[in-house]
């Protein structure tokens, strides 16, 4: 790996076919990776199997494709980091994982989701809503024993670190969060044996060689979360973020993947190319002016992140 490469990303969840919003993101994360002349990855987030829409990860490659975004690894093409499947990455989340134990950084958590959602809405002592009060924290072993003879199957949760957390994001500007103290001690492994989004995600940036990380802003309340993995695990920290605003629908809600008027099958019935899609996108977010069709390269050509609104 050329360390002074920028390295992006987009890792679609094949839970549906992308929407615009989706679609806008993705254009946004090639944009910025080749603009700084890096390398750009796809990664496929298809850990929660059971969420995963068959075909769907095939649909959200050929509709890139479609579209003119290209990548120089991903799970169709391979690349010196993969597998670009979450799903084939288990071992790699089981050693950081361990590493995370042998360091006493993980405990075994019995909450079950009808204690975890009263505990969310009881009116207690300032706690943040949803932050995990540390009910299993410090569990004695005969205690852990006692919940799981119940036949109670663990969590596992992550001690957050009690230090305010400080990054920079390209969009929204420098951000500090004190994790301990708005979502407390978080899941890493869910008690039906999955990994967390926050741990995968950060396992798989960080062997993946990710320098920047562009996403959806509704991602911008998880960063500081996996910053602390980042630390904890020893891997540096990704030099970049930039949390890009969400594409809202007519009404100005956020998209949902099951709307499939909203989604690039729709937009193609109607006629629409590749350069109409692609100009309409970048416009939406004030990188182009509206009604006129765009490339790929005359996209990235002229664009200037500042402008994004
Ligand atoms: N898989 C996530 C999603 O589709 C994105 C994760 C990320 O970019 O960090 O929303």
Same mark, same amino acid.
């Given at each position: 790996?050329?360390?002074?490469?920028?390295?992006?990303?987009?890792? &679609?969840?094949?839970?549906?076919?992308?929407?615009?919003?989706?679609?806008?993101?993705?254009?946004?994360?090639?944009?910025?990776?080749?603009?700084?002349?890096?390398?750009?990855?796809?990664?496929?987030?298809?850990?929660?199997? &059971?969420?995963?829409?068959?075909?769907?990860?095939?649909?959200?490659?050929?509709?890139?494709?479609?579209?003119?975004?290209?990548?120089?690894?991903?799970?169709?093409?391979?690349?010196?980091?993969?597998?670009?499947?979450?799903?084939?990455?288990?071992?790699?989340?089981?050693?950081?994982?361990?590493?995370?134990?042998?360091?006493?950084?993980?405990?075994?958590?019995?909450?079950?989701?009808?204690?975890?959602?009263?505990?969310?809405?009881?009116?207690?002592?300032?706690?943040?809503?949803?932050?995990?009060?540390?009910?299993?924290?410090?569990?004695?072993?005969?205690?852990?024993?006692?919940?799981?003879?119940?036949?109670?199957?663990?969590?596992?949760?992550?001690?957050?670190?009690?230090?305010?957390?400080?990054?920079?994001?390209?969009?929204?500007?420098?951000?500090?969060?004190?994790?301990?103290?708005?979502?407390?001690?978080?899941?890493?492994?869910?008690?039906?044996?999955?990994?967390?989004?926050?741990?995968?995600?950060?396992?798989?940036?960080?062997?993946?060689?990710?320098?920047?990380?562009?996403?959806?802003?509704?991602?911008?309340?998880?960063?500081?979360?996996?910053?602390?993995?980042?630390?904890?695990?020893?891997?540096?920290?990704?030099?970049?973020?930039?949390?890009?605003?969400?594409?809202?629908?007519?009404?100005?809600?956020?998209?949902?993947?099951?709307?499939?008027?909203?989604?690039?099958?729709?937009?193609?019935?109607?006629?629409?190319?590749?350069?109409?899609?692609?100009?309409?996108?970048?416009?939406?977010?004030?990188?182009?002016?509206?009604?006129?069709?765009?490339?790929?390269?005359?996209?990235?050509?002229?664009?200037?992140?500042?402008?994004?609104?």
């Amino acid at each position: 790996m050329d360390e002074h490469q920028a390295r992006g990303r987009y890792a &679609p969840s094949p839970t549906g076919a992308l929407h615009s919003g989706n679609l806008r993101t993705a254009l946004l994360a090639w944009l910025w990776a080749r603009q700084a002349g890096g390398r750009f990855v796809l990664r496929m987030e298809d850990l929660d199997l &059971p969420r995963a829409r068959p075909g769907a990860a095939a649909g959200i490659l050929a509709d890139l494709r479609w579209l003119g975004l290209d990548w120089d690894e991903g799970p169709d093409i391979g690349g010196p980091y993969g597998p670009y499947l979450q799903s084939a990455r288990q071992t790699l989340y089981d050693a950081a994982l361990a590493r995370l134990r042998a360091r006493g950084l993980l405990y075994p958590c019995y909450c079950t989701r009808a204690e975890l959602a009263r505990i969310a809405s009881a009116p207690q002592g300032g706690d943040e809503p949803g932050r995990y009060p540390g009910t299993c924290r410090d569990l004695t072993a005969a205690e852990q024993m006692n919940r799981a003879a119940q036949g109670r199957r663990p969590a596992l949760r992550f001690r957050a670190p009690d230090a305010p957390i400080t990054f920079v994001d390209r969009v929204a500007g420098r951000v500090t969060e004190h994790v301990a103290e708005t979502a407390g001690d978080f899941v890493v492994r869910r008690s039906d044996g999955i990994v967390s989004y926050q741990l995968a995600v950060v396992v798989d940036d960080a062997l993946m060689g990710v320098t920047q990380v562009v996403r959806g802003a509704d991602l911008l309340t998880s960063t500081a979360r996996q910053l602390a993995l980042y630390d904890a695990l020893g891997y540096p920290r990704p030099a970049e973020y930039a949390h890009v605003p969400l594409l809202l629908d007519a009404s100005g809600a956020r998209m949902a993947k099951r709307d499939a008027s909203l989604g690039l099958a729709a937009l193609r019935e109607r006629g629409m190319t590749p350069a109409q899609i692609l100009g309409m996108l970048a416009a939406s977010c004030g990188l182009w002016p509206a009604g006129a069709p765009a490339t790929p390269g005359v996209l990235l050509a002229a664009f200037a992140p500042e402008r994004l609104s």
